[in-house]
């Protein structure tokens, strides 16, 4: 933690930045370390939890952005209902170990080249974006998508959140289902 302050200090002092760009590249560098540490290790249990902490470093982007309902709703839905549930669903099955060889390390090569073409197409997205007029659209978007879910939708959206919760319970009583018992 003291290295992370200690780089946002020096970001202030040498580059002049305020604080809320240096607490971007701090959650961007948090985000990308640990979207790094969820694709290379091998036990799964701590791959989902440097998931959630890759959502929540999303969500802080959020909310410094402009976007405070997104960041909540990234923490509720991914962080407190998506990560969650495949955290129990991991739990439940019981196999915490990666085989020792995986799958996509086979297409390693094809991979790499799919990632630099998809950061070539990024990186002149960005470089062509007029990014003083997309604060304003964002914004505006976020107040009338909250608007509509909250006024309109309010029913819909609670009873999708009950259909997730009989799939959750569900889930868990077909996984704690006694072999040999009654199916």
Do not use: N
Not at 38 to 47: E, G, K, N, Q, S
Not at 109 to 114: E, L, R, S, T, Y
Not at 135 to 145: G, I
């Amino acid at each position: 933690m003291g290295a992370v302050l200690g780089i946002a200090a020096l970001m202030l002092l040498f580059l002049g930045q305020d604080w809320a760009d240096a607490l971007f590249w701090i959650l961007s560098a948090i985000m990308i370390g640990a979207g790094l540490l969820v694709v290379t290790m091998r036990d799964i249990i701590r791959c989902g939890l440097a998931m959630i902490v890759c959502f929540g470093a999303l969500a802080g982007i959020y909310v410094l952005i402009g976007a405070p309902l997104i960041g909540a709703a990234q923490v509720i839905v991914y962080i407190g209902a998506i990560s969650v549930l495949i955290l129990f669903a991991i739990m439940l099955t019981q196999t915490k170990d990666a085989p020792s060889r995986l799958v996509f390390q086979t297409q390693a090569v094809p991979a790499a080249i799919a990632s630099v073409v998809i950061a070539v197409v990024i990186a002149l997205a960005i470089s062509s974006t007029d990014w003083q007029a997309t604060e304003k659209r964002a914004r505006l978007a976020t107040d009338k998508m909250s608007a509509i879910l909250f006024r309109d939708f309010v029913f819909p959206f609670e009873i999708v959140s009950v259909l997730l919760l009989a799939a959750v319970i569900g889930g868990v009583f077909l996984a704690k289902r006694e072999p040999g018992g009654p199916s």
